[in-house]
């Protein structure tokens, strides 16, 4: 499994971005996908997650309205759009896959065990 998350950057607060993630390693599409983020001294936090179909999103409560995940199967890609960005916002951002094949978004927070690099994303205020 190779996860690579990229499109990360400098933004100012208020601004958007969108993190993209290819996994090249496996069939893509059994595979429920996430992101998660990551500041220095504190533990790597769920941010989103997405179904194998697509058929279900979970969102983390301090990201909701703000983040959108989604994913195109036929291209190998996961994706988090990021609109009105906070300074608190900032952080490495992972891409991550379950462990387990056909999971729902909420089931694949419980199997995550595949990790990307990270990429950094600094919004400044």
């Known amino acids: 499994v190779q996860l690579q998350a990229f499109g990360g950057g400098l933004v100012q607060a208020g601004g958007s971005l969108r993190l993209s993630c290819v996994d090249s390693?496996?069939?893509?599409?059994?595979?429920?996908k996430g992101w998660f983020r990551q500041t220095p001294g504190k533990e790597r936090e769920f941010v989103a997650a997405?179904?194998?179909?697509?058929?279900?999103?979970h969102i983390a409560g301090s990201v909701k309205g703000r983040f959108t995940i989604s994913r195109d199967n036929d291209k190998n890609m996961v994706y988090l759009q990021m609109n009105s960005l906070k300074s608190e916002d900032t952080a490495v951002y992972f891409c991550?896959?379950?462990?387990?094949?056909?999971?729902?978004?909420?089931?694949?927070?419980?199997?995550?065990?595949?990790w990307g690099q990270g990429t950094l994303v600094t919004v400044s205020s």
């Open positions: 991550a896959a379950a462990t387990k094949p056909y999971l729902s978004a909420q089931s694949m927070v419980r199997f995550v065990g595949t």
């Open positions: 390693g496996r069939t893509f599409s059994n595979y429920a």
């Open positions: 997405i179904g194998w179909r697509s058929q279900s999103t």
